[in-house]
């Protein structure tokens, strides 16, 4: 069973940055299709970046192109969610996500069977 286990938010201004690290555990993520969501309150949860094992395809929101960049260490086992430029819209909770490789460009978190308990990211004006 793979586990997931978010960390790194927290509390910054506008325009600032933070780190979000995914660690996995039980298998190897280089086994699956990846992604960061995030959910504000009043709001759907929304795919933020998703990245195909085999690193083919990125798929990432239009409000986070630029901005966000997201990387896997499989040595470490991790996948991390770079924010740079945040925006008080970027307030929310965070989930990393794993789900079967063979996803082909999707960001729907239907489709992915793995979560991580979410991290708080706040940013204020």
């Known amino acids: 069973q793979l586990q997931l286990v978010e960390s790194g938010g927290g509390l910054v201004q506008s325009g600032g940055s933070l780190r979000l690290s995914c660690a996995a555990s039980g298998r190897t993520l280089d086994g699956y299709t990846v992604g960061w969501f995030r959910h504000a309150p009043g709001k759907e949860r929304e795919g933020v970046l998703c990245n195909s094992n085999s690193n083919d395809w990125t798929l990432a929101i239009d409000s986070v192109k630029g901005r966000f960049t997201i990387s896997r260490d499989d040595a470490k086992n991790t996948v991390t969610l770079q924010m740079n430029s945040l925006k008080p819209e970027d307030t929310a909770v965070y989930y990393c996500?794993?789900?079967?490789?063979?996803?082909?460009?999707?960001?729907?978190?239907?489709?992915?069977?793995?979560w991580g308990q979410g991290t708080q990211v706040t940013v204020s004006s």
């Open positions: 996500a794993a789900g079967p490789r063979w996803l082909w460009k999707s960001c729907v978190a239907s489709e992915y069977d793995y």
